[in-house]
């Protein structure tokens, strides 16, 4: 088990002795244990690394680790998924719990972030992958890419996600970004960047109805063959259309 013994009257020890909600049995099974010593890494190493805020401790199941774990509903059947901005875990190592079946990759530039990750998943006995460094970097896209999916929560504006994301993807590979309820808004101001970078076949998504409250909303979006991507060059007019607009007949 990964735990940071707590000092007597720290709020942490207060909090860690509360039992896990109900609804994370039926998200995470015979793997509760696992995300109960996830929750206590979070609780306490991970408030005193800076990875998570002291205020989180009271709602880490439901606002993260129950609201990442969530979004397997969306991923198929063994796979393979990138993480990218991983930082203390969040959505990748909930994913692992939750789905067992997937191959999870965990990219995090920081040196801190990757050794509480590594340390987390090994002490759990977790088949995932860390790999320290930035998405965008080519060595990072040589080690990781040709993914199914590439998730992310709370890393970047969505025009830059695109860019950061899409490359990690085969073609029909789907970007899953953690998003707010201001998703839509935001996919409207950077859909065209979004589409440059590759990606289109956009859909607003809910995951944990009935499990969580409010659903995780996430914006689903599908890395696109260049044949079908949309035409960056402005159509050409015909002769009719041309002298229509200068007023000839």
């Not at 067992?100 to 509480?116: M, S």
């Amino acid at each position: 088990m990964f735990h940071v013994k707590p000092e007597p009257g720290d709020s942490a020890a207060v909090v860690s002795q509360s039992p896990p909600p109900a609804e994370a049995e039926s998200v995470f099974g015979e793997r509760l244990g696992s995300a109960c010593d996830y929750w206590s890494a979070l609780a306490t190493a991970g408030v005193e690394r800076g990875l998570i805020g002291p205020r989180e401790v009271p709602r880490l199941w439901e606002r993260h680790i129950l609201n990442c774990a969530v979004v397997g509903e969306l991923i198929g059947e063994g796979a393979s998924v990138v993480d990218i901005g991983s930082g203390a875990g969040l959505p990748g190592i909930p994913l692992a719990l939750a789905r067992p079946d997937l191959r999870i990759t965990l990219v995090e530039p920081l040196l801190r972030r990757t050794v509480f990750l590594k340390e987390f998943i090994d002490a759990a006995g977790l088949d995932i992958t860390v790999v320290r460094g930035r998405a965008e970097q080519p060595g990072v896209i040589q080690e990781a890419g040709g993914a199914d999916v590439v998730t992310s929560r709370a890393v970047a504006p969505l025009a830059k996600l695109a860019e950061w994301s899409v490359p990690l993807l085969h073609e029909h590979g789907h970007m899953l970004a953690l998003k707010g309820a201001s998703v839509a808004e935001e996919l409207g101001r950077d859909r065209a960047a979004v589409e440059r970078a590759g990606a289109g076949n956009f859909a607003v998504l809910e995951c944990g109805a009935g499990i969580i409250d409010p659903p995780t909303v996430v914006l689903s979006a599908e890395r696109l063959r260049r044949s079908e991507r949309p035409s960056k060059r402005p159509k050409k007019r015909t002769r009719a259309q041309r002298r229509s607009e200068t007023g000839q007949l």
